[in-house]
């Protein structure tokens, strides 16, 4: 059987068919996740901008109003 017990990888250290389509079918869900505009994290980081914009439109309208 020329496995390695830790992994998958035959003796020569070559990736087995089954991982090989393992890593294929990872990279396509994550260029599918990128595609869609990436899901919470990136809802979190646009919550985040448009707070931090918002902060400084408040700021920068008391500054205004004290110039």
Known sequence: MGQDAGTRRDVRGQ???VERRE???RKDAKTRRRA???GRKSEVNRAT???VLGQYAK?????CAFA
């Open 15 to 17: 990736m087995s068919e």
């Open 23 to 25: 890593e294929a079918s």
């Open 36 to 38: 869609e505009g990436g």
């Open 49 to 51: 901008i448009s707070w």
């Open 59 to 63: 700021l920068k309208k008391d500054l």
